[in-house]
């Protein structure tokens, strides 16, 4: 009988850290409510835009150190984390995230807080 009984609560665990699983995802859940990518221009203001753009080869992702109840400071925070390594790329250069190729900002989302995520491959005018 007590084989039983471990087994039982052997089962009886395993279902429970499955359950703590399945809530820990839900708990870093995507903000679907609101759409924060980076708005692209039409397909041949693009192509434009690129010609006179010296880009770099690697995506670079730039985040806040967690969460805030303040998102706009979590999306700043985000992008300016960005900055800072877009600048190891190309150093002695004012870059703009809004340069960057493939730019995406997205935040995730915990109860009433944010944590935000700048993604792009930093990107600078050719010189002239």
Do not use: H
């Not at 279902?15 to 708005?39: C, H, N």
């Not at 390594?85 to 870059?95: G, H, I, M, S, W």
Request: hydrophobic share 45%; aromatic share 8%.
């Amino acid at each position: 009988m007590p084989a039983m009984q471990s087994f039982a609560v052997k089962t009886i665990g395993a279902i429970a850290a499955i359950g703590l699983l399945t809530l820990g995802s839900l708990a870093f859940a995507q903000d679907d409510a609101f759409d924060l990518s980076v708005p692209k221009p039409d397909a041949g203001a693009d192509a434009d835009m690129a010609a006179d753009l010296e880009c770099g080869t690697e995506m670079i992702t730039g985040s806040g150190p967690g969460f805030t109840a303040d998102r706009d400071e979590a999306e700043t925070v985000a992008i300016e984390n960005w900055m800072e390594k877009a600048a190891k790329v190309f150093p002695d250069t004012e870059l703009d995230f809004d340069l960057a190729k493939d730019s995406n900002l997205s935040c995730a989302v915990q109860g009433l807080y944010s944590k935000c995520f700048a993604d792009g491959i930093p990107c600078k005018s050719k010189p002239e």
